[in-house]
């Protein structure tokens, strides 16, 4: 086999499985299928027609063959991940030459560049379950929905579950700040605004700033105030791609980049101080929610002055239960002087989080670091 293209993949957290073997030896097909995997962010291994080895068949991610080699492949062992690639639709040879080597599917190009980008690209990043996704908006404000998020994602990291914490508030003040670590390295969401189509998973990750064991996409201290709502969308869909666990805290209005992000939700949690003012604008907050996001539970937030019940409020505002957040005395305290919340493993706020991803995921067998193997609800 010659022509062979090697990649120094990092072996930590985040690194991502070869590229696709290409088998041709046309040229012009060879370079635009070199184009379409520096596209996908993939490095290809090259063979230049048969015969390939055994084991770079079987091994590689996908494997993308030119009609021009196809027929001296036929009766090669048989693989999943075997994608042939043409450039007439209507050569019938094409669709025998594919049921000779087991293919999966045919590609013409030029007409098939976009979704061939995508099936490199997953090939690269490996496929397994999407992150649980689950979003934390405030019933009013203050009501200690970004607290309660930092909580969920620290918490979730701590299991050794591959994590990440997007702030989707941009007028939050920063979850970074909030978790201590602004002066951290790493790009925030003015650097993603531009963002369209597919986001590699990986390059996502390893942009972003890594704090107390998790990756955070939080805000600059600039001025930019919005998410455009594609942005949104191929942020989101990056990280869920990974695996995991994904929390986002998201605000209490509904415009276009938070159905984007609601639509990616797989649980919301609205967090309601136990108070009747917070479950009036909780009730506005949850019919705005509801309109693209089905499963939002209430989350009573005990605390001073408290007045219903986290039973009367989940009936006044016709929710299911998710529990009820006991008040944390010097949790204030705790965050001014650097602690970020839910660090205290045995404080009101963490053993609400745990008992939470036990209900969630299946925490009984928890992944080791970096698996990205999450749980279904």
């Not at 001296?72 to 991940?81: D, F, I, N, S």
């Not at 979850?175 to 390295?185: A, F, I, Q, T």
């Not at 209490?252 to 003012?277: C, I, M, Y």
């Not at 008040?327 to 053993?351: F, M, N, Q, T, V």
């Amino acid at each position: 086999m010659s022509g062979t293209k090697t990649s120094d993949r990092s072996s930590g957290e985040d690194a991502e499985r070869g590229g696709p073997l290409v088998i041709t030896e046309d040229e012009e097909l060879l370079d635009d299928l070199l184009k379409l995997c520096a596209a996908a962010g993939a490095t290809p291994e090259v063979a230049h027609g048969a015969p390939v080895r055994r084991d770079g068949w079987t091994a590689a991610p996908l494997v993308l063959v030119g009609s021009d080699c196809a027929a001296r492949l036929c009766g090669v062992v048989r693989r999943p991940g075997v994608v042939l690639i043409g450039r007439d639709a209507d050569d019938a040879r094409v669709w025998q030459l594919a049921v000779g080597i087991g293919a999966d599917q045919v590609v013409v190009l030029p007409d098939g560049e976009s979704w061939l980008v995508d099936r490199i690209a997953d090939a690269a990043e490996g496929s397994g379950p999407a992150a649980v996704t689950v979003g934390v908006i405030g019933g009013r404000g203050g009501a200690g929905a970004s607290t309660l998020a930092c909580a969920l994602a620290l918490v979730a990291a701590r299991t050794g579950r591959r994590t990440m914490l997007v702030d989707a508030d941009p007028l939050g003040g920063g979850l970074d700040v909030l978790l201590g670590g602004e002066k951290e390295k790493g790009l925030r969401w003015p650097a993603f605004a531009e963002s369209r189509g597919r986001v590699a998973g990986g390059a996502l990750a390893e942009a972003l700033p890594c704090l107390h064991s998790l990756r955070v996409l939080s805000w600059d201290r600039g001025d930019a105030v919005t998410i455009p709502a594609p942005a949104m969308r191929a942020v989101l869909a990056a990280a869920r791609r990974r695996g995991g666990v994904v929390v986002v805290d998201l605000p209490r209005r509904v415009d276009e980049a938070v159905v984007e992000a609601l639509a990616q939700t797989d649980l919301g949690l609205l967090v309601v101080p136990a108070e009747l003012r917070a479950v009036a604008a909780a009730r506005r907050v949850a019919s705005g929610v509801h309109m693209a996001l089905h499963d939002l539970r209430v989350v009573a937030r005990a605390g001073p002055g408290a007045t219903l019940t986290d039973e009367e409020i989940a009936r006044l505002l016709r929710l299911p239960l998710a529990g009820e957040l006991p008040w944390e005395h010097g949790l204030p305290d705790a965050s001014a002087g650097g602690a970020p919340p839910g660090a205290s493993a045995r404080g009101p706020l963490a053993r609400f989080c745990t008992a939470f991803w036990e209900r969630v995921l299946p925490m009984g067998s928890a992944p080791p670091p970096g698996s990205g193997k999450g749980g279904a609800l």
